[in-house]
């Protein structure tokens, strides 16, 4: 790998002016960034070693919600009694990603930002618009079982990894950033972009900006909340599709009727993917597997699948309707 | 002489290298670091055919630490290699991505890597074809396939047979490329001292190897040396030399410094060897009962365009059952790929999966049990070769396993059984492998304290083979294993076949046993004295062997799987695997078990997991890494279960064993498809078992 600087700043405020460098880079647990380097994929010429400045914590505020440090390992995320009992759904994906390793040494912002692990971005050998901008996408025609189905563009069919970020989005968390401009929020999925044109900007993150914290918003249903992720294999495998999905059902004489509900996917888009036409077409109807099947329909609408990756289509809307199903058996 | 109350072999005893390995003192190949020892960074091709124009070393070179960099056109030349693969660095042709093209030498292995990265290498690119299909023009018969079988065979009419069959089942297969990914990649430390060259490898075989860099560089095998103490897994990988081999002895040679090579991950998935992918047609033609009239087997599969390997798949059918009309057959084609070669049980495994899944359609084509039906189609006698059986137990093996599993009362209905949102199934297969030896040689020597030193080239690649042969020479010594010391992982030890075709035991033990003989004959000769200087004995196993009694010696077994499919997803889970194997007299329990239950979990993955996935446009295999490249994780095999059942067959070797590495994988996709199909209706004829396969058809 191309050789590096590296520095350990006290505060958040020098982390910043030690990444205004042009070649610099944030190191959290470095899984995925190591990886990265050693492939060719990253070539920082300085890393800047943000796991003592950017909280470590987590802490109930003032308001209710919760706030998670930016280098909470995710091992100690998924294990906190808050996050169990309030966000199981965030728990879960915690827990269904990666191995007990890599959830030990990975942090909450690494997590956010890690790569696609698209098979052509990951091998520098071979064109691809993310890495290589205007270079060209050869999984377009090439092997993209694992790629998107939503939200891509002609220059990009890559997903993001994150299982964590999936939950996160369901629950609408906050960004926290510290940037040369001073701090701003991001609200989930706002953070990460869709590829269109510049596949290689992952996120809506300015250069030099450094996530602090992740808020998790007070939101009562989440109680009762779940993560369920489709996989090759039983463990340490990146999700084929997942869903994050949390419901609040009134059981009235007329049967059970969705009174809210949250539910974001994984493992189809650039983005971690909030499904809003979904949301939309359960709140106020009835809780049925026909009614959840609808609204599965209503948001997958706008799939666009590629040949290798057109079952990902009724995976995601069996997915939704039996997790969905799942929490209402569960509410009764 | 000591004597032992109880027989070393048959006992539980913990390997011998055990506390060495987990205490880090067993050394392993890139371990050993020579003074002055340089770093070895391998560049490969980026393009799937045509040829090297240039190498700009210039940027590389003025790198901290770069000493040199190696190219066909200043490497050191090479005698006329019989294996393509080896010619390395010798001309400008590229025969597929990956392909070794030039190699950095550094003081450091960071400084090779990193300017192996920069280093500029100029192709000619010609168009490229790495798609095997069964309609292939350019498909061949090859002269023989692996092992020196016969391509082709035929008894019987087989065409009219199938024609007048009132049951057939004719269906088609396919088994991807898959990668050995041994836990240990691939290593060499090459140095050349006084015209000599000493290679530390990890390697299935010391004496294979050094006869094949002495041919590579003109020397005579004396000035070779190979030394593999301990290898971290191989599966076949490492049982003939591969291009890294010879690319360390070559640069050492170059720079006139030793050179350390590491094989990345990513480099195995090119140039170490993988399991070709196959397409197989099985057409089966039955009576009503299920008794085979005929069998046809037709397989086609790739090889590189440099060189020639042919996978024996259809091998093992020609003596699994008793059907009179049968025709088996092999086509190849070779394609821009990288080289196929050994991957555990070459031939059995991907053969096996078709063989076993028509049983299990001809089956439910018929309405016989599956277990039945394989007994009714049990032979009296080899049906390839006609001779007698040395010990054929896959009745046993059925029936044993059937009890175990819970088998008796099994619903045959697919698709019935569902425990909530999971459909629930279980499913059969048999296996095979045959009990080859191959000659080799051993020496023992008693010291004047009562101790034995016991010296052969064999290898232990995991297997327990140390520890195996500790106790083959105790009892033939007639002491106790703790007297007995094993040298072995050397070339310049007594000559020693390969750890492959699961014969390493069979094959040393037989030497080892009568080196032990010899020694104990000529203590009897000086009294049960030892003179100060110790006594030694040789033997070799060549003439032996060479004159067995001819007979068909094979292994067998018969897998039994419970599978849970999510009716929403697709996703299968292995609930249960059991497998219980006839393989003669046990020597080690305790490493047998993890020899069936290895080969077992290897058979997991392969029918659910495991396919390395062609990349047609840039030609190499695209998933090069373990992330993407899925093996079966410990969540994915929550209860494997292997036993064995008594086996006394006195026409093996002096042990009376049958090798036992390879056969825990040959049956175990087959049984977890027809576990699939008992489970949810969908007979998966592609493995993996992929969520996709499954999905559009369940209930």
Known sequence: MRPFTYVRPGDAAEAVAAAAAPDAAYLGGGTNLVDLMRLGVATPGTLVDVTRVAGDEIEELPGGEVRVGAAVRNADLAGHPLIRRRYPMLAQAVVAGASGQIRNMATVAGNLLQRTRCPYFQDVTKPCNKRNPGSGCPARDGEHRDLAVLGHSAACVATHPSDMAVAMAALGAVVHVAGADGPRALPLPGLHRLPGDHPERDTLLRPGDLITAVDLPVLPMAARSRYRKVRDRASFAFAVVSVAAALEVDHGSGGPVVRDCRLALGGVAHTPWRAEAAETALRGGPATEEAFARAAGAELAAARPLPGNAFKVPLARNLIVRTLAGLVEGSS | MTTTAAPAVGSALPRVDGLDKVTGRARYAFEHTPRDALYAAPVQATIARGEVDRVDATEALRRPGVVAVVWHANAPRLAPADDAELAVLQSPRVAYRGQYVAVVLAETPHEAREAARLLHVEYTAEPHDVELRADHPKMYRPAQVNAGYATDEEHGDPDAALAAAPVVVDATYTTPAEHNNPMEPHATVAEWHSGGLVLHDSTQGASALRRTLAALFGMPPEQVRVIARHVGGGFGSKGR???????????????????????????????????????????????????????????????????????????????????????????????????????????????????????DELAAACGVDPVELRVRNEPATDPATGLPFSSRNLVACLREGARRFGWAGRDPRPGVRREGRLLVGTGVAASTYPAYRAPSAASVTAGPDGDFVVRIAATDIGTGARTALTQIAADALGTAPGRVRLEIGDSDLPRATVAGGSMGTASWGTAVVRACHALVAELDRHAGRVPAGGLTAEADTGEEIRGQEKLARHAFGAQFAEVAVDADTGETRVRRLLGVFAAGRIINPVTARSQFLGGMTMGLSMALLEESVMDREFGDYLNHDLAQYHLAAHADVPDVQACWVAEDDPHLNPMGSKGIGEIGIVGTAAAIANAVHHATGVRVRDLPIRLERLLEHLP
Not at chain 2, 268 to 297: K, S
Not at chain 2, 343 to 354: H, I, L, S
Request: hydrophobic content about 45%; overall charge positive; aromatic content about 6%.
């Open chain 2, 241 to 359: 030399a591969h291009p890294h081999v010879v690319l360390a002895a070559l640069a050492a040679k170059q720079v006139g410094r030793p050179v350390k090579l590491a094989v990345t991950r990513q480099q195995m998935f090119a140039v170490t060897g993988y399991r070709t992918p196959t397409v197989q047609r099985v057409r089966l033609g039955a009576e009503p009962d299920g008794r085979l009239a005929a069998i046809v087997h037709e397989a086609f599969e790739q090889s590189s365009t440099i060189a020639e390997f042919a996978e024996q798949t259809t091998v093992p059918t020609r003596m699994m059952y008793a059907a009179p009309h049968r025709r088996t057959c092999h086509r190849l084609v070779r394609l821009d790929v990288p080289t196929p070669s050994w991957m555990r049980a070459p031939g059995e495994t991907p053969g096996m999966f078709a063989l076993e899944s028509a049983m």
